[in-house]
């Protein structure tokens, strides 16, 4: 069992619509990162939680601690916003700087 | 632009042969972490550096070898290259390298081995 698991693993969505993306993980852990990665390749880091809610422009990243779940929301999507998101953990046990990343989830927004 | 810069952005060589990636981090980080993403293991952890000094190590092969310059940018040396080491390798890099660090990704060297 992979210690970071996303879902869905593809996701289609129409323009405008509110997008959830799921992730658990087995581990504890410091921190959870959301990445995302368009078709060129490039990752991007879009959030760093602990605790809590982040929220950036139309992303917003939540994590409960207690039953080890993050989601990230995307709202009014836009064909932009098709990528690769990928959900990573720092855990406690592990060395530091040792991400366990999950094996991502291809969202494609349709105009 | 995450500030941190790969070169080259792609590479192909033939198996057997040994290639080197350099990565530059983001002005004033000081540490340096390498992962490996292939199509079968998705985005893996490779070594990281710290000021200099290796810091922790991931799942890297020993035909592979890193190290970080005075300057601090570092380069990944994989040897006696075989297909399966065909995959994008990023580099990213932050101000600690300690657990809650947000780190900034380069856009990765895409190696082709054939």
């Known amino acids: 069992k992979n210690e970071v698991e996303q879902s869905p693993q593809n996701l289609t969505a129409q323009e405008g619509e509110f997008i959830t993306i799921n992730c658990s993980y087995s581990v504890g852990i410091s921190a959870l990162h959301w990445l995302q990665q368009h078709p060129g390749g490039g990752i991007v880091s879009l959030f760093m939680?602990?605790?809590g809610k982040k929220k950036h422009g139309r992303l917003i990243a939540t994590i409960n601690i207690q039953e080890k779940h993050s989601s990230l929301h995307i709202t009014a999507s836009h064909p932009r916003d098709s990528a690769v998101y990928i959900c990573?953990?720092?855990?406690?046990?592990?060395?530091?700087?040792?991400?366990?990343f999950g094996k991502g989830t291809k969202l494609s927004v349709k105009p | 632009d995450s500030g941190v810069t790969q070169t080259p952005k792609h590479l192909i060589t033939a198996t057997g042969q040994r290639v080197t990636l350099r990565c530059s981090p983001r002005?004033?980080?000081?540490?340096v972490y390498w992962y490996q993403q292939s199509l079968d293991q998705g985005l893996q952890f490779l070594i990281q550096?710290?000021?200099?000094?290796?810091?922790a190590k991931g799942n890297i092969l020993e035909r592979f070898s890193a190290q970080q310059f005075p300057d601090l940018h570092s380069e990944l040396n994989l040897s006696s290259l075989e297909l399966g080491d065909s995959a994008l390798y990023f580099c990213?890099?932050?101000?600690?390298?300690?657990?809650?660090?947000?780190?900034?990704f380069g856009q990765g060297t895409r190696l082709t081995v054939v």
């Open positions: 939680l602990s605790s």
């Open positions: 002005s004033g980080d000081l540490s």
């Open positions: 550096y710290y000021n200099g000094e290796e810091r």
């Open positions: 990573a953990v720092k855990d406690y046990g592990g060395s530091q700087g040792n991400l366990i």
């Open positions: 990213a890099s932050s101000v600690f390298g300690g657990r809650d660090t947000e780190a900034f």
